[in-house]
């Protein structure tokens, strides 16, 4: 267990590192109403430009220890006309904690995973069907001390299918393999990600749900990421 809880612990490190790092270059561009602020162990961030993007808009690490700050971080998102979301982390769920988000008229919108593996492995052989020499899909690695976190991933509608993820989850585990002793994912669980990410070596270290203010319009939002 002690093994795991490390593992969970330096997965979001790596996570919080590069949260910090994309607010702090988003803070020169104003237009984008980017704002980062702590309730104490929890941190709240929001981008007014994509009020849908729950990855950048959301508290992070939301506990029973804050739970009477609730207010105020509703509050440092509302004053941006930004809907919160509320994140609460496995190992700080509590009969408590759920009732006071449910009396404040939130409900546990999703259950994201955050996965870890060890970098490296082989090179699969060939590559993704059908690409015809073509950009299929691209991706992002982000490094920092020494844990790596695949950063998001993109495939064309059209090549979908054709084995564009696995390809790109293959190729950054190799280059993290310089940089890092751990790679960290999140993705939502129980979905086809997940299974892709666990037949490549990633198993699930800890989960966190994802809470959203009931009667809130969640048409084209995306929960999904940090």
């Not at 809907?83 to 999703?110: H, K, M, N, T």
């Amino acid at each position: 267990m002690a093994g795991m809880e490390q593992r969970a612990e330096a997965a979001e490190a790596v996570i919080s590192a590069k949260l910090s790092a994309d607010f702090a270059r988003a803070a020169g561009h104003p237009e984008l109403g980017a704002a980062l602020a702590r309730f104490g162990r929890t941190t709240a961030t929001r981008l007014a430009a994509r009020p849908g993007h729950a990855a950048y808009n959301k508290a992070r690490g939301f506990s029973a220890a804050d739970g009477a700050r609730l207010a105020e971080i509703c509050a440092f998102f509302d004053r941006a006309a930004v809907p919160p979301v509320i994140e609460v982390w496995a190992g700080d769920a509590s009969a408590v904690l759920g009732q006071r988000l449910a009396r404040a008229g939130f409900y546990a919108a999703e259950v994201n995973a955050t996965l870890a593996a060890a970098p490296g492995g082989p090179e699969a052989p060939g590559g993704p069907e059908g690409a015809g020499g073509r950009p299929a899909a691209a991706a992002g690695l982000y490094a920092a001390g020494r844990q790596a976190y695949l950063a998001g991933a993109a495939t064309v509608p059209g090549l979908r299918r054709r084995g564009c993820q696995g390809a790109l989850i293959r190729r950054r585990l190799r280059d993290a393999a310089a940089v890092a002793d751990q790679v960290a994912v999140t993705t939502a669980f129980g979905s086809p990600s997940q299974a892709n990410l666990e037949r490549l070596g990633f198993a699930v270290v800890h989960t966190r749900a994802l809470w959203r203010r009931l009667g809130e319009d969640t048409a084209g939002l995306s929960l999904l990421g940090d």
